[in-house]
């Protein structure tokens, strides 16, 4: 099911009023757009992301996609309650990122909030459609290592990590770009163990690693413990 509407009710006629609005976390995703003119929020709810964007320059599209109709419903009742028209189309969707067929406009995507196995699947299927120069920016609430390890795999470069702390709970956040002039991610990150919130995620990654047996988690925590030498 598609809804569409050129009416919202986040208005401002500051433009990226909307994206000072968000959480830290989402805000650290929304910041990677530059000249997108589709934006893609993939597993919504809210819809928080992906309306900050409404007065966004360059932003011709918004997609808001859920396969929870719970989260559909309420994102329908506040696009048709809205009274101000805006010069951006909103799209709600309701289905399952696996499953949805990407514009061709130049588009950022965005997947958080959802484990690393959820992301992977759903990239999977969008990777093939990206064209040059489309972003993807993920954030996986946990399995990390899998969802790297095939990012790495995939035609898509890395732009940049980082790791963001909320509510005492740490998030990377990845973004990568369908460009083979970029590096790969690594499996077990970089930049994301830098500085002051690095060296605090490492340590907290060693502490709730250390007690995982399989090799995956063992090889990270020894990577890890080499970084300190
Ligand atoms: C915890 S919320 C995250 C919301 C927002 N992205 C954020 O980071 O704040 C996860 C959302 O992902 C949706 N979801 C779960 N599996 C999905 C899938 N395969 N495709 C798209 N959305 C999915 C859920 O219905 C839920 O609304």
Redesign the pocket.
Known sequence: MIISSDKITISSSRPNRGVSLLSQ??YS?ARYHSDHESVW??????G??GLSFCHTNHVKVIHL????IK?IKVLEAKVKDSYITIPVKICIQH????RIKLDNEKKII?????GGK?IE??ARHLIPQMHEGDSLVV?P?RNFLALRSFLGSTELGLFDELVIKEDELFYQVICLIKSSHLPKITRFGDKIWKGIDGEEYRQHILRTFSIHQDQASRELVSHLEQLST
């Not at 929020?41 to 809210?46: A, K, L, T, Y």
């Not at 965005?110 to 959802?114: H, K, R, S, W």
Request: aromatic share 6%.
């Open positions: 976390r989402l995703l929020d993939i597993g919504c709810d809210h928080l992301l996609v859920d396969p929870s989260v289905e399952f990122g696996q965005f997947i958080a909030g959802m959820e699947l759903i954030s609430h």
